[in-house]
């Protein structure tokens, strides 16, 4: 028997082949990526302010748990949003798990309410990552309502699925629902049947994105060299000030993202070349720092060995000019700042309106 879980239904009901190859990088011990971390965090907090507990101080702490990152004040923003708007009388990391004779669907929905008066069954879901999901034939929602059905024996005479999804690009920070009356229980599981029976195939797309296979599958590396391609493209003259605004922001976090997993990649591949491992094409070099003279040569003796005058005079800098006793007045008095030309950086509209009307920022 085939065991899946239901969030990993989106990806392996396209690409059949990521189960396996998934389970073989964590065989070799992959680690949680950072948006990964975020979303569990997240996750934990809504849970807990929906139980009712108090969020707001936990600011920089990170939960505890295995793959969890620290607080920060966007994400329980983000969860106040998020359960202000859930029934109250729904319940929030529901177990779905499910089972056939074939596959074992292991699942937690985020949040679920049965309304017993018409049969419908609400299922909302949590997305921390930043492309925009629809919750139109969402296969882990999809699998949370026949775990429902098959765990409570209640009727689902309407399905309501919506997702939650507030970093995303563009619009809203809820989905519009996708209903679906008297939703096709039985053939949905059919389907994840099927696919668990079929021969195991890799398709690339927009599913790739945290496979965990995906630093090694070669279907993606051959569509990752395509995309290279294109993104070497210039510019587009038609983009909108907004589109403009999001691509900066994302492509900020790439390059940190992308400097982080280069310098960890560094840093492996130096630890296995000092224990004797080869890095095809790679080697350590020594790495020299500038030319200084050897200890105990200071200007003077150095002037009077060579016959040449090899003192520097100078002036401290107006930090040091502070720290030796200079009042701040006289220093702000006596320096100046020239501009060396202008740089990019994110404005806070709120910061600014404030120092029109002259408010202190804290
Ligand atoms: S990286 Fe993409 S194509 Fe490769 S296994 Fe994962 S989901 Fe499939």
Not at 168 to 195: C, F, K, T
Request: with cysteine.
């Amino acid at each position: 028997m085939m065991r899946l879980t239901a969030d990993e239904l989106s990806r392996f009901m396209i690409c059949s082949g990521s189960h396996q190859l998934q389970r073989t990088v964590e065989s070799a011990g992959g680690e949680v990526g950072t948006v990964t971390m975020e979303g569990r965090t997240f996750h934990w907090l809504a849970e807990a302010l929906f139980k009712g507990h108090d969020i707001d101080s936990l600011v920089g702490v990170t939960p505890p748990g295995e793959g969890l990152a620290a607080v920060t004040q966007e994400m329980i923003d983000h969860a106040y949003e998020y359960v202000t708007m859930l029934h109250h009388d729904g319940m929030v990391e529901q177990e779905t798990s499910w089972q056939t004779e074939t596959v074992y669907v292991g699942g937690r929905a985020d949040y679920m309410w049965y309304e017993h008066a018409t049969g419908t069954l609400t299922v909302a879901d949590a997305k921390y990552g930043y492309r925009r999901v629809s919750p139109v034939m969402h296969w882990p929602m999809m699998s949370h309502a026949i775990g429902f059905a098959a765990r409570t024996g209640l009727a689902v005479k309407r399905l309501h699925a919506l997702i939650f999804q507030p970093r995303a690009y563009g619009g809203e920070m809820w989905s519009d629902p996708w209903v679906v009356d008297h939703p096709p229980l039985r053939s949905w599981q059919l389907m994840i049947e099927n696919q668990v029976t079929a021969q195991p195939e890799t398709r690339a797309g927009l599913h790739c994105v945290y496979c965990k296979a995906a630093a090694t599958c070669a279907t993606l590396g051959q569509s990752v060299a395509l995309a290279t391609d294109m993104v070497a493209e210039p510019y587009h003259e038609v983009m909108s000030g907004q589109e403009l605004a999001w691509q900066l922001k994302l492509t900020e976090r790439l390059e940190k993202l992308v400097d982080a997993r280069r310098k960890a990649l560094v840093e492996m591949a130096t630890h296995r070349i000092k224990s004797g491992q080869v890095v095809q094409g790679f080697g350590l070099k020594t790495q020299l720092a500038n030319r200084s003279w050897l200890p105990g040569y200071d200007g003077e003796l150095l002037t009077a060995a060579l016959g040449v005058d090899l003192t520097k005079k100078g002036v401290v800098t107006p930090a040091e000019a502070e720290r030796r006793g200079v009042s701040k007045e006289m220093v702000a008095a006596l320096t100046q700042r020239a501009v060396t030309g202008s740089k990019l950086a994110e404005i806070d509209p709120n910061v600014e309106v404030a120092k029109i009307f002259g408010e202190k920022q804290p």
